[in-house]
């Protein structure tokens, strides 16, 4: 069996309620106070491998959570481009946009966002990021990255269809858990967090 831990980064210094995908941006304090919370009771084994997304939330984040430790930057953690949404909320979207929130949520066929990501080639880059889970030689990988990777890398792992990603909650600072073997992949532990309340 291996163990998947996939680990959200805390919240960051963005407005909340609005897409950030490829933008990047730092944690904020509060966000830096909930890392050092799950930092206090995270157990992960110093021989597991510590893989992170290339935006510095993430980093800022595995640098709290594995002080001292070596990590993998590996850019298909990195989070969906959400092109020309990046920063605005969903009213915004759906304003300035019409009808292209119900492809997306319908999963078009060639959608892509606006000035951003093609769904095929987010859904590609799950495919591959999967491929490299089951093919890495240890026991356990901890991967810091983001909701949208987490909510469908998870889908994907445990063979549900790409469309239940959006059935899944994956809050700032939380821990999923999948369990890989050779018949498949069983979800373990979804959207845990030590204290929820502390910063949602």
Same mark, same amino acid.
């Given at each position: 069996m291996k163990t998947i831990h996939l680990?959200?980064?805390?919240?960051?210094?963005?407005?909340?309620g609005t897409y950030i995908g490829a933008t990047d941006v730092p944690l904020s304090d509060i966000g830096r106070g909930a890392a050092r919370t799950?930092?206090?009771?995270?157990?992960?084994?110093?021989?597991?491998?510590?893989?992170?997304?290339?935006?510095?939330?993430?980093?800022?984040?595995?640098?709290?959570?594995?002080?001292?430790?070596?990590t993998v930057t590996e850019p298909l953690l990195r989070e969906t481009d959400f092109g020309a949404w990046e920063g605005k909320t969903f009213d915004e979207i759906e304003r300035g946009w019409p009808g292209l929130v119900g492809q997306w949520a319908a999963r078009a066929p060639g959608f892509a966002f606006p000035?951003?990501?093609?769904?095929?080639?987010?859904? *590609?880059?799950? $495919?591959? /990021?999967?491929?490299?889970?089951?093919?890495?030689?240890?026991?356990?990988?901890?991967? =810091? %990255?983001?909701?949208?990777?987490?909510?469908?890398?998870? *889908?994907?792992? $445990?063979? /549900?269809?790409?469309?239940?990603?959006?059935?899944?909650?994956?809050?700032?600072?939380? =821990? %999923?858990?999948?369990?890989?073997h050779d018949e498949g992949g069983m979800l373990a532990r979804l959207n845990w967090t030590p204290d929820p309340g502390t910063w949602s």
């Open positions: 680990l959200r980064h805390a919240q960051t210094v963005a407005t909340p799950l930092a206090a009771v995270l157990s992960i084994p110093p021989d597991a491998v510590v893989w992170k997304s290339p935006l510095s939330r993430c980093c800022e984040m595995a640098e709290i959570l594995f002080p001292g430790r070596d000035e951003g990501e093609r769904m095929a080639d987010f859904d *590609a880059r799950i $495919v591959r /990021l999967g491929d490299r889970l089951r093919a890495h030689v240890g026991n356990m990988v901890v991967c =810091v %990255t983001h909701g949208g990777i987490i909510r469908h890398l998870a *889908a994907h792992l $445990v063979n /549900l269809p790409s469309s239940a990603a959006l059935l899944l909650s994956t809050d700032t600072a939380s =821990v %999923t858990t999948i369990h890989l």
